[in-house]
């Protein structure tokens, strides 16, 4: 975890609102969109403590696999959507590709790659992708 999370007293788990930011779908946007996330959930961590200590860079490696994703296969811009949910955290990323992600075989002699699909899956309690007019969101809910 990059910081020590404290529970602040002052602020009620009904009033821990969700962030949305938008990026122009630029590889550099993918470390943005982490660190937007990262933002979110210090602030999360002071009002309702992850479950374990692993949660935090589970939501982290999430934010940047559909990150990634968004900008290695959708064009244009993406948003990224965090917010709490009643035991959880719900990630939602929309892109402009209507392509849905689909898993692909991991070659670790052709370079890497193929994994990310497979992680979301294996850290989430659902995913859903929801096809749109002009492209897609993808919802992913985490355990916190």
């Not at 849905?100 to 990310?116: D, E, L, Q, V, W």
């Amino acid at each position: 975890m990059a910081t020590e999370p404290h529970w602040d007293k002052d602020l009620a788990p009904e009033e821990m609102e969700g962030r949305t930011s938008t990026f122009a779908g630029e590889l550099r946007d993918v470390t943005d969109a982490r660190l937007a996330a990262e933002d979110y959930l210090r602030a999360l961590s002071r009002v309702r403590l992850p479950s374990a200590a692993e949660r935090w860079d589970d939501v982290l490696l999430v934010v940047t696999e559909l990150a990634a994703n968004a900008v290695q296969y959708a064009p244009g811009p993406f948003l990224l959507e965090i917010r709490r949910t009643f035991d959880g955290v719900h990630v939602a990323v929309h892109d402009t590709s209507t392509t849905p992600p689909t898993p692909r075989s991991f070659h670790p002699s052709k370079g890497g790659g193929g994994i990310g699909w497979h992680l979301i899956h294996a850290l989430s309690d659902q995913v859903s992708v929801v096809s749109k007019t002009g492209g897609k969101e993808v919802h992913v809910f985490l355990p916190w």
